[in-house]
Structures are given as C-alpha cells and as structure tokens.
C-alpha cells in the first residue's frame, strides 16, 4: 500500500473496481487496470493519468488464461512488480430457477466470477511468492457467505470465499508472505444491474427470464443496488483499511450480519435454510 507500490485491479472500468482503482492511486500507487470494457476502460485510466496517477490500461477477459498472463506480464513490464491484486470482474448473470439457467449462462457466470479468479491466482501467485510482500483480494460477496441464492452468481461466490479460505491455507503452509482478503460487499451503488452488456453472443441463447416473478424478482433486485448500496469509494475504503490490518474477510454491510451467523446455526441444527434475502 506505500506510494510506488503497484495494483493490478480487474474489472477496473466500472463499480467496486474503478473504485479500487481510484483509492489506490489517491496513495500514490501504480494502478494496473484491466476490463474487457475497452471504451470505458480507456475512459477511467484516461481519468486517472489526467489527475497525475501513474496507470497502465490493459484489456482483458478474465475468463482467458492467456489473456489474464498477459495482463501479468504487461504490468511486469511497465511497473517491475506486482503488489496487491485484485480479483474483482464479476457478473450477475440470471437468477431463475437452476434447472432453467442455459448452459451458455452456466459458462459465462462461472467462467468469470470464479474462472477469473482461479486465472489471476495460477497467473500472479508464482510472480508474487518471489516478492518480499504482496496482497491478493478476491471479491467475492455477501451472497458468498449467508445461505446460496440469485442462481449461479450465488454458487460462483460461494466458491470465491471457499477458494480464498484454501488459499489462505495454503500460503500459511507455504510460509509465504502473501496476504489474503475476501471481500464479501452488500449492496453497492455500480453498473452491476447491467452485466449482460458484456455476455458474449458466442456462448449461445441466454436463460429466458421474462416470467412475471423472475422480472420482479430481479427489478427489486436491480433497485436495492441504486437505492441501498453504498458508493464505491466506501467499499474501497474498507478494502484498504483490512489490507493493512490483514483482515481476512471484508463485510461492507452490518445489516446482513444476521444472515450470516443465521447459516452457521442452520448448518449445525440441520437446517433448512431460510431465505437470506426477500
Ligand atoms: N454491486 C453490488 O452490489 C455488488 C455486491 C457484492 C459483490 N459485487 C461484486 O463486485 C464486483 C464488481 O462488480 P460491480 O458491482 O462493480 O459491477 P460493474 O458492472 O459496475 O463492474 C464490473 C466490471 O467488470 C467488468 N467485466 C465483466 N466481465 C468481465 C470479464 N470477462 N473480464 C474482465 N472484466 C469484466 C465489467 O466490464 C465492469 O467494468 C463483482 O465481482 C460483483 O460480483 C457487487
């Protein structure tokens, strides 16, 4: 986090990410910013380097192993090293009944929100051993840690914080020194609601989701995120606080605490779960 230390954040054009981004060239770090959102991407790191900030955009689709080794060897190139890296694309994808998702959904989903993690993990974890200290956040969300819902983007969540959790151990047994932090946002004020703008064609028919309950199910969705979320600066701002006093998990929202330790009793008394959300 000192000034010239370097930040590769993916998922940077928008939301939780150019918030990442921002906060961390307002401490003076180089800023690597990655997005397969091309025009917007150029836009934010356009913003940042008009504001003096040393930024390097690189277009990337997480979902590409090839692609995210570049994105490493790119800001190898400009910048020397890596520091912190955020794992932060991520996409909601349909929230309908499992058996109706289409398996083009299925691969989109999965393929960024968890296949974009486990790309920047086997790309940046063997460049980030060598370094006398590094940090990885993986953002993940609340809906990785109370009971499963929202269809694949539930379950790809679920998976980020189970992956985080073995990453964490397995650097322990390792005795590296790379920090690891999941962090598990509320609601956040983001371009979120409008993810399928960048769902490839090529991945086939999306889920039909015109059912009444599904689109209404999905507009209160879509409202809480502009009425209750938080801005991004905030999240950030948590993201740095628990990156120097290594905290682990990064709640941003104390109204889903409940559902959290909801699921923990469920689990232990049987269940089943309880919806954790309306
Ligand atoms: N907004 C919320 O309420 C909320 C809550 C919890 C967790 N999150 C998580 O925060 C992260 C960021 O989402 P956001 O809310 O800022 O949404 P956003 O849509 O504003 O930003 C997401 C960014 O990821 C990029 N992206 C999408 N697919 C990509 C791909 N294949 N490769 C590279 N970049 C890609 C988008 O272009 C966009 O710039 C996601 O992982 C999301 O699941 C968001």
Redesign the pocket.
């Given at each position: 986090m000192a000034p010239d230390r370097v930040a590769v954040v993916?998922?940077?054009?928008?939301?939780?990410?150019l918030g990442l981004a921002e906060r961390f060239a307002a401490e003076g770090m180089q800023v690597v910013l990655?997005?397969?959102?091309e025009p917007?991407l150029r836009a934010a790191a356009a913003r940042l380097s008009e504001r003096g900030a040393k930024v390097l955009a690189v277009p990337?689709?997480?979902?590409n192993a090839g692609q995210v080794e570049s994105l490493r060897d790119e800001a190898v190139r400009a910048f020397g090293a890596v520091h912190v890296l955020c794992n932060?694309?991520?996409?909601g994808g349909p929230h309908d009944p499992l058996w109706r998702v289409t398996p083009g959904d299925w691969q989109w989903v999965l393929g960024?929100?968890l296949g974009?993690v486990i790309n920047g993990i086997r790309s940046f974890v063997p460049l980030l051993l060598e370094q006398d200290a590094a940090h990885i956040v993986n953002?993940?969300?609340?809906?990785g840690v109370f009971a499963g819902a929202l269809g694949p983007y539930g379950i790809s969540?679920h998976a980020i914080v189970a992956l985080s959790e073995t990453l964490y151990f397995d650097f322990q047994a390792a005795g590296a020194r790379v920090g690891v932090s999941v962090l598990c946002?509320?609601?956040?004020r983001?371009?979120?609601g409008?993810?399928a703008r960048?769902r490839p064609a090529s991945l086939g028919p999306a889920t039909d989701s015109s059912g009444e309950s599904e689109r209404a199910s999905r507009e209160q969705f879509d409202r809480l995120?502009v009425t209750a979320?938080r801005e991004?600066a905030d999240v950030a701002g948590f993201v740095v606080d628990g990156i120097r006093q290594s905290r682990f998990y990064i709640l941003t929202s104390e109204n889903r605490n409940d559902a959290i330790r909801r699921r923990g009793d469920e689990i232990v008394a049987g269940g089943p779960p309880a919806a954790p959300f309306p």
């Open positions: 993916t998922g940077a054009a928008s939301g939780v990410g990655a997005d397969v959102e917007a990337t689709d997480v979902a932060n694309a991520g996409v960024v929100n974009g953002t993940a969300s609340v809906f969540k946002p509320g609601a956040v983001t371009r979120f409008t993810s960048n995120l979320g991004p």
